[in-house]
């Protein structure tokens, strides 16, 4: 069942999503040669935790970190630790926040100094593939459009779309119904209905969509070894069309 928000619902939503939007900020400024995955985790939590907030993230099904931090062929779920960051590394971090019983949830690819030309594509390409199901995402539409959206922009240009994690509703639970493939048929699945809250968050890789989860039991990883990059945002299907909760005329996402 997929629990249709109130517009007081969505706007405790958006103050979740404000926070984690925050943190991001402070997260992206901090990135930089040698910084360790743990400092931005730490950077965060306390500024979630100043906010009134907490990181969803925390102790979700036994989840160590605030947040994730996903390094090159890192797909999804990195655990933040002593990993320093270099130059020429791509990341992806993914923060969600609850805060006055609503979740918001968002993630932002980041370079590391000077990077690829092949990595700083793949991470443009995957935003792009993110704004194009968000414009997807609008009353009467159906799921398999939004993934439909996505995949051809992301194989369009030569990358893989990974199919073993998905968007998410969201709300007073951090996952909730309805799933978003992040591929699909065009007219296939559930219509959305002015209310419905989602994610829609595609990870990309370079080479091949197959992934494999290392012995921490959270890390995914590409099983070519190839780059991953992931964004995110949290949308609400509204009478006027797509309104991304998690993005904010004075922040950069
Ligand atoms: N935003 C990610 C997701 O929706 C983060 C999950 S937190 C974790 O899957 F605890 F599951 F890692
Ligand atoms: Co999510």
Redesign the pocket.
Known sequence: MIHLKSAAEIERIRASCRIAAEAMDLVGGAIAPGVTTARLDRIADDHIRRRGGIA??KG??G?PGSI?VSVNEEV??GIPGRRRLQAGDILSV?I?VRKDGYHG?M?VSFAVGEVDPEACDLMETTRQGMEAGLEATIAGARLGDVGHRIQRLVEGRGYSVVRD?CG?GIGRA??EEPQLLHFGEPNQGRRLEPGTVL?V?PMVNAGAPEVRVLDDQ?TAVTVDGSLSSQF?HTVAITDDGPDVLSRFDDLAF
């Open positions: 969803s993230a979700y099904r989840y994730c999804v779920h993914d969600a949830d993630n994690y998410h951090f996952h994610t968050e959270w995110e």
